[in-house]
Structure formats: C-alpha cells, structure tokens
C-alpha cells in the first residue's frame, strides 16, 4: 500500500515551514495532525470558540481525504486547562452527535502558539461510519 499525504487547499505553508502532513492515509485509514483553534482569520477566543474551529478544521481535512467526522475511530485532544474540558465536550458533541469514536483528553502546559487552548488529532477508518453496538 502507498501513503497518501493529505494537505488541503490553503495548508501548503505549513507542510512547507513546519514539514508535517495535515494528515496522512494508507489504505482506509487516516491519521490526522494536531488541530487547533486556528484559521485564516487567526486564533479564535475562548475554548469553544477554539473547538468549532479545530473540529471544522479536523472534518476539513478528513474530508480532503475522503472521509467524514462519522469515519472517527479515536480522538486524543489537548487541553491547557482540563476545567475546561466540558466545555470543550459540549462542543465536541455538536460534531459527534452519536456513534462516539474513543477518547482521550490529555492536559498539557503548553500548546504550539500560548492563546491556543486546545488541539485535536484523531484516527479515522473510511467507510466505518457503520456502527455495531456492543
């Protein structure tokens, strides 16, 4: 199997200065980059705010690669506050409204740029969006 390397339209200087793929998919699977609260527009404020924007980041390149956020099988996310972790689960939710993949929220002290309040990076399997319940 050959990897693909999955960098949509507008993300072509971070593969350029920071040399990583937004994400990269060999066969039916794909593993997604670190994303963060962050677009065109700069850094979104507050932790919700942040989590639409990683989130629609992440189903952004998910679908650049030929899925959807229903093919997420894991997402880890990082958080610079774990109080505000429920809030970032309410947000979460939103985008995965049901068939929840696994999940690990991990506190750390730092993220790549201080405003930045969380990041998500997931994996995803296409076509598994099927779920069996058990």
């Known amino acids: 199997m ?12 971070v593969y350029q200065h920071w040399h990583f793929s937004q994400a990269v998919r060999v066969g039916d699977t794909i593993w997604v980059s670190g994303q963060v609260g962050m677009d065109e527009k700069g850094v979104a404020e507050g932790v ?46 939103e985008f995965f409204p049901e068939s929840y993949p696994a999940w690990t929220a991990v506190g ?13 990076r997931a994996t995803a399997v296409v076509g598994s969006a099927q779920v069996e319940r058990g």
């Open 48 to 93: 919700e705010a942040q989590a639409r924007v990683a989130l629609g980041n992440l189903r952004r390149v998910l679908e650049a690669a030929g899925a959807s956020l229903a093919d997420v099988v894991e997402l880890t996310t990082f958080h610079v506050d774990m109080s505000e972790t429920p809030a970032f689960g309410k947000v979460k939710d």
């Open 108 to 120: 750390t002290s730092a993220l790549v740029l201080p405003p930045l309040r969380v990041e998500v």
């Open 2 to 13: 050959k990897r693909q390397l999955i960098n949509p339209p507008g993300t072509e200087l």
